[in-house]
């Protein structure tokens, strides 16, 4: 169905395009990804991602843990972004989710583990947060999901593509997209700390996933659309090593699918 997806040298300055079956698949196959790197680089630093989609793919990891085939004691991972003004332990909170999804069920040292901070102030923040990104070396894989409008982080459609790490409001879209993870008298936050669309692009390597049909004129803008901020995702087309691993649903509006196909047979024919 598609080659090891192992990030090797010789795949740098390309975007990868790997279509599986199912959600299920897609996680499988990034967390083989995620966990080859951990093999062979056991001190990477990691940008992580919540939502929907990365949900099975840390369940994977956490599986793959249990059963002794990767270790994260030595990594050290930065999120992308969280919610303005929400409490860490609030359930909702992304400090809450990767807690419950992650990092309580794997060895990752807790101090090791940086989400923004919603309660602190957002100018003071964002500036910590971008030194200590930098002061850690770079991010080696940055994890990103994709929003229906094509956002990537909380860089809503109009980001500046060499945004760093910023306060933003997000879309009435987003907002609607998230209301379902509040309860109905809850006030939902309308603003973000996120990292940047500069940010994310001077990670080392990037593994978007991306499932269902809602995703797929995202997806088609974001790998054979021209590069626009109406469609942040696209500038990746941009990046030297960036893998999207995408189910058939996701990837049904891509004019190349043959060819993406192919590329992936081929691959799998090579020693």
């Given at each position: 169905m598609y080659a090891g997806?192992?990030?090797?040298?010789?795949e740098l300055s390309c975007m990868r395009v790997v279509i599986t079956d199912d959600a299920s698949a897609v996680a499988t196959a990034s967390a083989e990804v995620m966990c080859r790197q951990l093999v062979n680089a056991p001190a990477l630093v990691l940008g992580l991602a919540t939502g929907s989609t990365p949900v099975m793919l840390y369940k994977e990891l956490v599986s793959r843990y249990q059963a002794g085939e990767v270790c994260f004691a030595k990594a050290k991972s930065f999120n992308l972004d969280e919610y303005v003004g929400i409490d860490p332990?609030?359930?909702q909170s992304y400090r809450h989710f990767m807690q419950q999804h992650l990092f309580d069920q794997v060895n990752i040292d807790p101090v090791a583990t940086q989400v923004p901070q919603g309660l602190a102030d957002p100018k003071i923040e964002c500036e910590r947060y971008e030194a200590a990104i930098t002061s850690a070396r770079g991010i080696d894989l940055q994890v990103l999901g994709l929003g229906a409008n094509g956002h990537i982080g909380f860089n809503e459609p109009t980001?500046?593509?060499a945004s760093r790490t910023r306060i933003k409001t997000l879309t009435e879209d987003t907002i609607a997209a998230n209301a379902r993870f509040f309860?109905?008298?809850?006030q939902q936050p309308t603003l973000a700390l996120t990292m940047g669309i500069g940010t994310i692009?001077?990670?080392r390597h990037i593994l978007l996933l991306a499932t269902g049909e809602h995703k797929a004129k995202a997806v088609k803008a974001m790998v054979?659309?021209?590069?626009?901020a109406m469609a942040p995702a696209s500038v990746l087309q941009f990046h030297q090593s960036?893998?999207?691993?995408?189910?058939?649903a996701a990837a049904s509006l891509l004019e190349a699918q043959d060819y993406y196909h192919w590329v992936e047979?081929?691959?799998a024919q090579t020693p």
């Open positions: 997806l192992f990030i090797a040298p010789q332990s609030h359930p980001s500046s593509l309860e109905a008298h809850e692009m001077e990670a054979e659309g021209p590069v626009s960036v893998t999207l691993v995408l189910d058939v047979k081929m691959r």
